[in-house]
T-cell receptor, first 114, second 113 residues
Framework: SQKIEQNSEALNIQEGKTATLTCNYTNYSPAYLQWYRQDPGRGPVFLLLIRENEKEKRKERLKVTFDTTLKQSLFHITASQPADSATYLCALDIRGTNAGKSTFGDGTTLTVKP | ETGVTQSPTHLIKTRGQQVTLRCSSQSGHNTVSWYQQALGQGPQFIFQYYREEENGRGNFPPRFSGLQFPNYSSELNVNALELDDSALYLC????????????FGPGTRLLVL
């Protein structure tokens, strides 16, 4: 069956360091992968999308990589700040489907300590 | 630009009852998806509506049903509520045919006692 795993339920880092979150998938051929941020009691907020034929995407302090051979995506936050503390979700969409039918991982909760 | 809104924010029901949750999509978006998010888990796709018809469904029983209206707003109906239906219900809007992000509302927290 299709499965998405995000590394460790919680990640604690010091302010200023780079946070690296992992998303691994099996039995899946995604057309693209998305990363979302979710704060407690709120809906997910879209951050970045990367397509299967792209290796890397950047947006300000955020960087996403996508390795379809390893079936893995890495999400980096550089120069992390306490305000970056949240749960980060990865989501996959398969080929031939339009937006809005994503399969999500269970998320990684990031805590950035001052 | 108006974002995705959902109502109510919180709801308490008892087992066996029925519930209706509502969602208004983001301005310009014609597709609405519903997700269920249990505590500590990621959102699970329930179904999607486009042009007032169901356009894909996840692994949820028929007692989960929906509607979409001409203005693209949507309802999620759940009959014969079970304790395991307690969750955050999220609505997300997107543009049909577009590859990319979906925009989520704040969710409705449902508690079934």
């Amino acid at each position: 069956s299709q499965k998405i795993e995000q590394n460790s339920e919680a990640l604690n880092i010091q302010e200023g360091k780079t946070a690296t979150l992992t998303c691994n998938y099996t039995n899946y051929s995604p057309a693209y992968l998305q990363w979302y941020r979710q704060d407690p009691g709120r809906g997910p907020v879209f951050l970045l999308l990367i397509r299967e034929n792209e290796k890397e995407k950047r947006k300000e302090r955020l960087k996403v990589t996508f390795d379809t051979t390893l079936k893995q995506s890495l999400f980096h936050i550089t120069a992390s700040q306490p305000a970056d503390s949240a749960t980060y979700l990865c989501a996959l969409d398969i080929r031939g489907t339009n937006a809005g039918k994503s399969t999500f991982g269970d998320g990684t909760t990031l805590t950035v300590k001052p | 630009e108006t974002g995705v809104t959902q109502s109510p924010t919180h709801l308490i029901k008892t087992r066996g009852q029925q519930v209706t949750l509502r969602c208004s999509s983001q301005s310009g978006h014609n597709t609405v998806s519903w997700y269920q998010q249990a505590l500590g888990q990621g959102p699970q796709f329930i179904f999607q509506y486009y042009r007032e018809e169901e356009n894909g469904r996840g692994n949820f029983p028929p007692r989960f049903s929906g509607l979409q209206f001409p203005n693209y707003s949507s309802e999620l109906n759940v009959n014969a509520l079970e304790l395991d239906d307690s969750a955050l219900y999220l609505c997300a809007s997107s543009l049909e045919g577009a590859v990319g992000a979906q925009y989520f509302g704040p969710g409705t927290r449902l508690l079934v006692l």
